[in-house]
């Protein structure tokens, strides 16, 4: 089974970086977001990769080409923003690698997905609701993936799948800086068990 769960580790440093790893997949999260706004995130991005762990790995808070080309330089699989920028969908897609841009309207939702994103980050989804989820759906084509970012979580997993959400970006739910390793497993089998029963 695919959960559709982007774990966001902002804050994560290289250290933490292949255990936090391997915890995730084995918990049953297999998308990887480290934000570039993290400490030494290459770095941390990198050592994930080198793990070859059936996973997508890649960055988060991505603002410009050159950081794409960077991640493209690393192997990483997935770009994902705050923001719908057409040139960083375009040069992801270029390079090969999943883009999971962020979008608030629908004008920014086809404006992305016309320059080829893989999936629509709507973010921050607390600002949305799945009722506003439900009405840009209604406009969307229907097989295009969407990630509620920001406001979604075990406690409202439901309400966001009956508006008809494909999956979520979990950040500091999942991890915040100087979280034990522990933590980090028990939060991601708690948040993985609430998407399972949620379906």
């Given at each position: 089974m695919t959960r559709e769960i982007i774990a966001i580790l902002r804050g994560l440093t290289?250290?933490?970086?292949q255990p936090a790893a391997e915890i995730l997949v084995q918990a049953g999260i297999s998308k990887i977001e480290v934000p570039l706004n993290s400490p030494n995130p290459f770095t941390s991005i990198k050592a994930m990769l080198d793990l070859g762990l059936d996973a997508?790995?890649?960055?988060?808070?991505?603002?410009d080409t050159d950081a794409v080309a960077t991640l493209a330089d690393l192997g990483a699989h997935l770009v994902?923003?705050?923001?719908?920028?057409?040139?960083?969908i375009t040069a992801t897609k270029a390079a090969g690698m999943l883009s999971y841009p962020g979008v608030?309207?629908?004008?920014?939702?086809?404006a992305a997905?016309?320059?080829?994103?893989?999936?629509?980050?709507?973010?921050?989804?607390?600002?949305?609701?799945p009722d506003g989820l439900?009405?840009?759906?209604?406009?969307?084509?229907s097989d295009v993936a969407t990630f509620a970012v920001g406001g979604a979580g075990p406690e409202n997993f439901s309400d966001w799948f009956a508006a008809g959400v494909t999956g979520f970006?979990?950040?500091?739910?999942?991890?915040k800086p100087g979280m034990s390793l522990d933590d980090i497993a028990t939060r991601a089998t708690q948040i993985v068990a609430a998407y399972d029963a949620s379906l």
């Open positions: 290289p250290a933490e970086a997508h790995i890649g960055a988060g808070t991505v603002l994902v923003s705050p923001d719908c920028q057409p040139a960083v608030m309207t629908p004008t920014e939702a086809f997905l016309r320059a080829g994103a893989d999936g629509l980050k709507f973010f921050p989804a607390s600002l949305i609701g439900k009405a840009i759906k209604a406009v969307l084509p970006g979990i950040g500091s739910a999942l991890y």
